[in-house]
């Protein structure tokens, strides 16, 4: 009988160190699955960091070079997204681009395409978008059509033969496009009300090759 209680006794302390021993082995496992999130975490922030920080360079040197100018061009400082004044290219219902138009055209895609071209940032950079926009006259699809003949325009212009040399033309076309957004984001003047002649407009955007990567760490850090 004592044989038999010393074995019970025996069998229960091995059980409990097992149970100790798996218990310590997860406690392991767990923080080291904790210290290897946290790396990753810290590894994704620096990449956003990185990313910001490029994105950040780029909008800045667009407000340098176009501040210095006499052109009236404003840069999203979010964004980097560069919106002209809303008449300067086209009339009202028109996807003809103006003589003002052309010859603003001339003088901004050198300085534009030199700045995103450049040795320092040509590598990050996915896509550079030419962006049709229109007022709220007419219907969605006829906006639409609008919008996206005017940025046609714009880009079928920018290559013709009629337009000057500048030194970034052949390479730019691995990354231009053209697309039009019809009304659905217009814009407003001073006081916040819609601008039909500010909302008439191409706008020139670039994205960064990590934008959707970060987006999406982003969102992963933020959980």
């Known amino acids: 009988m ?3 209680r010393r074995t019970e006794v025996n069998y229960w302390m091995s059980y409990a160190d097992l149970m100790s021993a798996m218990l310590m082995v997860f406690a392991l496992l767990l923080m080291f699955v904790i210290l290897d999130y ?3 975490l810290e590894e994704k922030e620096k990449q956003i960091e990185e990313v910001v920080s490029v994105k950040t360079e780029i909008i ?3 407000t340098e070079a176009f501040k210095k100018s006499n052109m009236a061009i404003e840069v999203d400082q979010q964004t980097g997204a560069i919106r002209f004044p809303g008449s300067i290219l086209f009339e009202s219902n028109s996807a003809e681009i103006s003589p003002e138009g052309k010859a603003f055209l001339q003088q901004f895609i050198p300085k534009y395409m030199g700045i995103l071209l450049q040795d320092r940032f ?3 950079i996915s896509s550079i978008i030419i962006e049709g926009h229109t007022d709220r006259n007419g219907t969605y699809m006829y906006n639409m059509s609008l919008s996206q003949r005017r940025a046609y325009a714009v880009l079928e212009y920018i290559y013709s033969k009629e337009f000057p040399n500048f030194k970034e033309r052949e390479l730019s ?3 231009i496009t053209a697309n039009g957004r019809s009304f659905s984001n217009p814009l407003t003047d001073e006081n916040g009300k819609y601008d039909p002649d500010r909302s008439r407009r191409v706008e020139f955007l670039f994205r960064l090759k990590d934008d959707e990567a ?3 760490i982003e969102k992963l850090v933020n959980e």
Request: hydrophobic fraction near 30%; avoid cysteine; proline fraction near 0%.
């Open 60 to 62: 800045r040197a667009l």
């Open 214 to 216: 970060i987006k999406a």
């Open 173 to 175: 076309k691995k990354y």
């Open 38 to 40: 946290r790396e990753l």
């Open 122 to 124: 040509k590598d990050e």
């Open 2 to 4: 004592k044989y038999r």
